[in-house]
C-alpha cells in the first residue's frame, strides 16, 4: 500500500471510532473522545489529499522533514478562504479537541452538537470528493447521524453547578457560537430541532395539557407562522450543488446533446418552468423586495428534481428543452 492509501485506511478507522464512541451510551463523557478522533480523521484524509495534489513533501515541515504538520496547517492548505462555513466549522472543532482536557462539561454537547453533526457530514462528503470514498458503504448511513442527548443550557444552572472559570468558559463559548450559526449555513453547523405534536391517545403522549380560550393557565392553540429561511433556504446555486453532489454519490451519470453533463443553471430553470417549481409552495418561496422576484427553494424541490433525473438520466435534459420549446 501507498503512504496515501495508509492514510485513508487509517482516517477510516479513526471516523467510525468517532462515531462509535458518541454514540454509544455508556460512555458519559463521549465529547472528548468524539473531537479527539474526528480531528485525527480529518488529518489523515487531508495529508492523503496533499499528497495527491501537491507531493509527498507538503505534509512535512520544511525545516524538520522527520515531523508532519498540523491539522490547522492542513485546513488551511486546503480551504483556502477563511470565511468559508466549512473551514469555520473546523476551526471550531479543532478548539474543542484543545481545550477538552481541563474545560469539557457534560453540557458542552448541548453547544457543539450541531457543529459536530455538520463537520461528520462535511468529512462523508470531502471523503467523496477527495478520494472517491462513500463512507456510507464503510458505515452504514444511519449511523452517520448523531445520537443527540440534550438538555437546555440553563446559565443560573452552570453558575452553580461549576466553579466559576469553566462556568465562564461554558456559557462564553456557548453564546460567541450562537450568531455564528445563524450567519453560517449547515457546512457550519446542522440544527438540532425538536418537534412536538398532539395526540389524543393518552398512553401515547409524554406530557399532558388542557384548552382554555383566555389562555391563562392552560394552552391556547395558535396558527403556526412558518420562516422561509428555514423551509426554503436553498437558492439556485445551493440547490444545483447538492443535486450534482448526490448524482455523484450515487453514481449516476446524465447525458446532454449526447455528452456527459452535470446539472447547471441552464437545466435547472428547465425543471422549474416545466414542473411549475415555482408556483408550487411546497418547492419554492418567492421574495417580492423589489420588481424583480428573488426565489428560494426546499429540501423538497431538490429531492424532486433528483428523482426525476434518476427516472431518465440519458434522455431528461434533452426530454425537457424539447417539450418547452415546443410549448
Known amino acids: 500500500m501507498t503512504i496515501q492509501e495508509q492514510l485513508i485506511d ?3 478507522e479513526a471516523f467510525i471510532l468517532a462515531i462509535e464512541i458518541y454514540n454509544k451510551p455508556s460512555i458519559k463523557y463521549r465529547l472528548e473522545g468524539f473531537s479527539f478522533f474526528i480531528c485525527n480523521a480529518w488529518e489523515l484524509m487531508l495529508k492523503a489529499h496533499m499528497i495527491k495534489k501537491f507531493g509527498e513533501e507538503s505534509i512535512y515541515f520544511p525545516d524538520k522533514p522527520n515531523r508532519t504538520i498540523t491539522l490547522e496547517r492542513c485546513v488551511q492548505k486546503i480551504f483556502t478562504n477563511e470565511k468559508a ?9 479543532i478548539e474543542l479537541r484543545n481545550t477538552s ?3 469539557i462539561t457534560e453540557e458542552y454537547e448541548a ?34 447521524t448523531l445520537s443527540v442527548r440534550l438538555k437546555s443550557l440553563d446559565e443560573t444552572e452552570i453558575r452553580g453547578k ?55 393557565d392552560g394552552v391556547r392553540l395558535i396558527k403556526e407562522i412558518k420562516n422561509p429561511n428555514e423551509t426554503h433556504k436553498y437558492n439556485a446555486k445551493a440547490c444545483i450543488r447538492e443535486i450534482n453532489k448526490r448524482l455523484k454519490k ?35 418561496f418567492t421574495y417580492q423586495i423589489s420588481t424583480q422576484p428573488q426565489y428560494s427553494y426546499s429540501q423538497q424541490a431538490i429531492d424532486f428534481i433528483y428523482d426525476e433525473i434518476k427516472k431518465a438520466p440519458d434522455t431528461i435534459l434533452d426530454d425537457l428543452k424539447q417539450k418547452l420549446t415546443k410549448k
Open 111 to 144: 453547544v457543539y452538537v450541531s457543529l459536530l453533526q455538520a463537520c461528520v457530514f462535511n468529512f462523508v462528503d470531502k471523503m467523496m470528493e477527495f478520494h472517491n470514498v462513500d463512507m456510507t458503504q464503510v458505515i452504514p448511513e444511519n449511523f452517520i
Open 162 to 216: 461549576y466553579e466559576k472559570q469553566v462556568a465562564e468558559r461554558l456559557i462564553s463559548v456557548n453564546n460567541s457560537l450562537q450568531p455564528l450559526m445563524e450567519e453560517n449555513n449547515n457546512a457550519f453547523a446542522i440544527k438540532v430541532e425538536h418537534y412536538h405534536y398532539a395526540t389524543k391517545k393518552r398512553e401515547e403522549a409524554t406530557e399532558f395539557y388542557h384548552i382554555e380560550k383566555e389562555a391563562k
Open 250 to 284: 450515487d453514481k449516476i451519470t446524465m447525458l446532454y446533446n449526447g455528452k456527459e453533463a452535470e446539472l447547471n443553471r441552464y437545466h435547472f430553470q428547465n425543471f422549474t418552468a416545466y414542473f411549475g417549481l415555482k408556483e408550487n409552495e411546497r418547492m419554492c
Open 10 to 12: 487509517k482516517s477510516k
Open 101 to 103: 482536557t481541563h474545560f
Open 85 to 93: 462555513p466549512l473551514r469555520k466549522n473546523l476551526e471550531k472543532v
